[in-house]
């Protein structure tokens, strides 16, 4: 899964590849998934979520990044009504910082919650 997004402080584009590993798959002998098929389908599915929430936190980004030109083209104009206008634009900026925060959090404890399951798993199987 290849992600890319957009450096807010110079405009580049940066990529991340999210499945950098790929792990065989073992296929068992009476057609019904094995537990390594189980829990690729599971990781494809965290990683999914993972990548649409980086997703809804680079749309809330990209709104600050015009909601802040908005306010920077107003501040400049001097024009009465647009000063008045900023109140409203640096409110949503705010309350978009304070989702991306919360969406932030929410990725750090599915990601750490992820990984401490799979190493109670990987614990939890028999060594041959």
Known sequence: ?????RDSSSGA???MDF????TPTKRSVSGSPSVDEEEEAEDAEVWDQFNRRFREVQAVLDRN?????????NHRSRVADNMVKN?????EINGNISKVVSLYS???SNFSTFFHHRNDNANAKPKN
């Open 1 to 5: 899964m290849l992600m890319t997004t």
């Open 13 to 15: 584009e940066s990529s």
């Open 19 to 22: 499945n950098h590993h790929e």
């Open 65 to 73: 990044r015009a909601l802040i030109q908005q306010v920077n083209d």
């Open 87 to 91: 109140v409203g634009l640096i409110q």
């Open 106 to 108: 929410d990725l750090s």
